[in-house]
T-cell receptor
Framework: GQNIDQPTEMTATEGAIVQINCTYQ??????LFWYQQHAGEAPTFLSY??LDGLEEKGRFSSFLSRSKGYSYLLLKELQMKDSASYLC??????????WGAGTKLIIKP | IAGITQAPTSQILAAGRRMTLRCTQD?????MYWYRQDLGLGLRLIHY???????GKGEVPDGYSVSRANTDDFPLTLASAVPSQTSVYFC????????????FGNGTRLTVT
């Protein structure tokens, strides 16, 4: 079956760095997305990786290892506004998105 | 407007009633989707449309129907609501290429009593 695993909840301190991991098992693979979702709001696109390696976008970076079925989202210089859920989603061979349940990130002062 | 508009924002519905959730986009995106989001579960695809005039079933289509008469509108209908359909419903669109990111509406919070 197809599956995405990510931690349910993480806590980090303002100004610190946090890494949110995601492992996936899909029938074929056409890339991996990360979305941010603040409580009560819609998910918004953060990143897309299809090749191995690290992609950096300001304070946020996303990493992919296709051979390990593994990705992570790295958030630097954490701000209180980064408190949100982070959703990992993989594209399978039919270009269908398989979603993880999301990681709730709590930032403490 | 720019983006996706969903209506209503929230609704309390008696079981057995019919309800249509509205979704309109102005980005001329080919593909549109309906998801439901429940606590502790990932987004689950209900129905999708790759282009106007076509629709397809997602992971959890039972009890729901959709239509795509034009590019902009993608309504979701619950023919006879049941309590298990209590959820937050998100409409989304994408340019249609497989790796195009999804743009989401603000959601409809539906409670079926």
């Amino acid at each position: 079956g197809q599956n995405i695993d990510q931690p349910t909840e993480m806590t980090a301190t303002e100004g610190a760095i946090v890494q949110i991991n995601c492992t996936y098992q899909t029938s074929g693979f056409n890339g991996l997305f990360w979305y941010q979702q603040h409580a009560g709001e819609a998910p918004t696109f953060l990143s897309y990786n299809v090749l191995d390696g690290l992609e950096e976008k300001g304070r946020f970076s996303s990493f992919l290892s296709r051979s390990k079925g593994y990705s992570y989202l790295l958030l630097k210089e954490l701000q209180m506004k980064d408190s949100a859920s982070y959703l990992c989603a993989a594209l399978d061979s039919n270009y269908q998105l398989i979603w993880g349940a999301g990681t709730k990130l709590i930032i403490k002062p | 407007i720019a983006g996706i508009t969903q209506a209503p924002t929230s609704q309390i519905l008696a079981a057995g009633r019919r309800m249509t959730l509205r979704c309109t986009q102005d980005m001329r995106h080919n593909a549109m989707y309906w998801y439901r989001q429940d606590l502790g579960l990932g987004l689950r695809l209900i129905h999708y449309s790759n282009t106007a005039g076509t629709t397809g079933k997602g992971e959890v289509p039972d009890g729901y129907s959709v239509s795509r008469a034009n590019t902009d509108d993608f309504p979701l209908t619950l023919a006879s609501a049941v309590p298990s359909q209590t959820s937050v419903y998100f409409c989304a669109s994408s340019a249609g290429q497989g790796n195009s990111p999804l743009h989401f509406g603000n959601g409809t919070r539906l409670t079926v009593t």
